[in-house]
């Protein structure tokens, strides 16, 4: 069970901020809960005020009131993490960027922009289309680039355009003194200095909080193609994809739904048409000539691994209505079992070790007694298990952790990643020490370096004991 445990100087510092930022410092219960959990936790962990911030310039000013006192902080975009990374276990300080919307500049020569962190994703790429454009980063939700780039995001053009680490250039941050820096610039190469722009993607909001995000953008293709293929076993749907990818056919999306997740998602979106089995959804950027090559070479993959039932969609709004589907699939999961909470589980393995990975935890989620539908971002080898469970059912609470942690370990055992782009959060602390080891004391070292009064979203991503040991010898 979490619980809030408030630092001493708290108060304080929110009598300060008050008194700096008058009405736009709120104290609101409801406001607090809604800035207290992101979207599986099930736990509320309220911040003790929120701050909406409007510059740059702001976030400065409250960090350095804050540090004064000693006061946590948390960063907020949209509130759609999943691994605990807004629960304010100290108390403190939500400053909520939602409200930094700005596209400052957009170099459609060179391909890249300049946005403030609570730019959401979608209202980028309706910015971007009149000018031939767009933006990759998909994650699902309609995140914001800032929440994107503190979790190191990825979601399902990844396997083309790479993730919020490839796709950031360069970085606006206030650091937790207060103080702004800025990391990188506009050139897509850099050998000068240390790569801070790399340290603070996927930070988590624990060494500072981003304000300005570089970004790299891509022209819209001449043609893009999406389809389902469906198939008997889930073992010829991941062999397809591994095949695919093995001779470099460019896929700009690969994702994939077991058979319970398209059951769900048949019944939630609508999509009589399809078959109760495990299934590709696909998409193919290029020429037209390139798209028409993809679309033959990987049906005839797929055919030779029981692919059937291939279905194609060109016109926007049958793309619109696939890839909705797609991303509606937790909904969909969740209507499985009225009431239920869900957890979403998020491992990585080479992609030749994917389909042993799956079927050893779809294995431990059938012992368990657990629905637990699979999707996954197949192309990369992420994918994710959505565990329902009753959580005022003891046994099953523990069931479902048990299986987070077994799929974790599994990850790691196969050459993978307890996380490809959730993040650690604070419901994967101990995986990650058992994923990185020793190493986990290098990311306490830095974590202490830059924020040494550890009022950066404490808690989250470093363990606790690692900072301990470090405050100890430093």
């Given amino acids: 069970m979490l619980k809030r445990t408030p630092r001493a100087g708290n108060q304080e510092a929110i009598a300060a901020l008050a008194r700096h930022f008058g009405a736009r410092l709120s104290t609101n219960a409801g406001l607090l809960d809604q800035h207290g959990a992101g979207e599986a936790m099930n736990e509320i962990v309220p911040p003790e005020a929120v701050l909406f911030a409007a510059s740059t310039d702001d976030v400065a000013e409250a960090l350095a009131i804050a540090a004064t006192f000693s006061c946590p902080v948390i960063g907020y975009g949209a509130g759609t993490s999943l691994e605990g990374q807004l629960q304010a276990i100290e108390g403190g300080l939500s400053i909520d960027l939602s409200q930094m919307t700005r596209i400052i500049e957009v170099n459609d020569g060179s391909l890249d922009c300049r946005v403030e962190a609570g730019v959401t994703r979608e209202a980028l790429n309706t910015h971007l289309r009149d000018m031939g454009l767009f933006f990759p980063g998909d994650p699902g939700a309609n995140a914001t680039i800032g929440g994107m780039t503190a979790t190191r995001a990825s979601g399902t053009n990844a396997v083309r355009y790479g993730t919020m680490r490839e796709l950031v250039l360069g970085l606006t941050v206030v650091t937790p003194q207060g103080k702004i820096v800025r990391t990188g610039g506009r050139a897509r190469k850099s050998a000068s200095g240390y790569d801070l722009t790399r340290i603070y993607v996927g930070s988590e909001g624990t060494l500072g909080i981003i304000t300005e995000i570089q970004l790299r953008l891509f022209g819209i293709p001449e043609r893009i193609a999406s389809a389902v293929c469906q198939f008997d076993t889930l073992d010829g749907a991941v062999l397809t994809a591994m095949q695919a990818m093995q001779i470099g056919l460019p896929m700009a999306r ?113 012992a368990a007694g657990l629905l637990a539908p699979v999707v996954g971002h197949v192309g990369d080898g992420n994918f994710h298990m959505i565990i329902l469970f009753d959580p005022e059912d003891a046994r099953e609470s523990a069931a479902a952790e048990n299986l987070a942690q077994f799929i974790a370990t599994t990850a790691i055992a196969l050459g993978g990643t307890i996380t490809g782009e959730h993040g650690i959060g604070l419901h994967k602390l101990d995986a990650l020490v058992e994923e990185h080891g020793e190493a986990v004391a290098i990311m306490a070292r830095i974590k202490q370096a830059l924020d040494p009064l550890d009022i950066m979203n404490p808690g989250k991503l470093v363990p606790p004991v690692y900072l301990q040991r470090e405050r100890a010898d430093y």
């Fill in 254 to 366: 690969i994702e994939l739904l077991d058979a319970l997740q398209m059951k769900a998602s048949i019944a939630y979106s609508g999509l009589s048409e399809f078959a109760e089995k495990p299934t590709l959804f696909l998409e193919f950027h290029g020429s037209e000539a390139h798209v028409a090559e993809q679309v033959e070479t990987f049906r005839a993959i797929a055919t030779d691994n029981g692919g059937g039932n291939y279905s194609s969609a060109e016109r926007t709004e049958d793309r619109n209505r696939l890839w909705q589907a797609r991303h509606h699939a937790l909904f969909a999961a969740r209507a499985l079992r009225a009431g239920a909470a869900v957890y979403t589980s998020d491992a990585c393995v080479p992609i030749s070790n994917l389909a042993e990975c799956i079927t050893r935890c779809r294995g431990a989620a059938e």
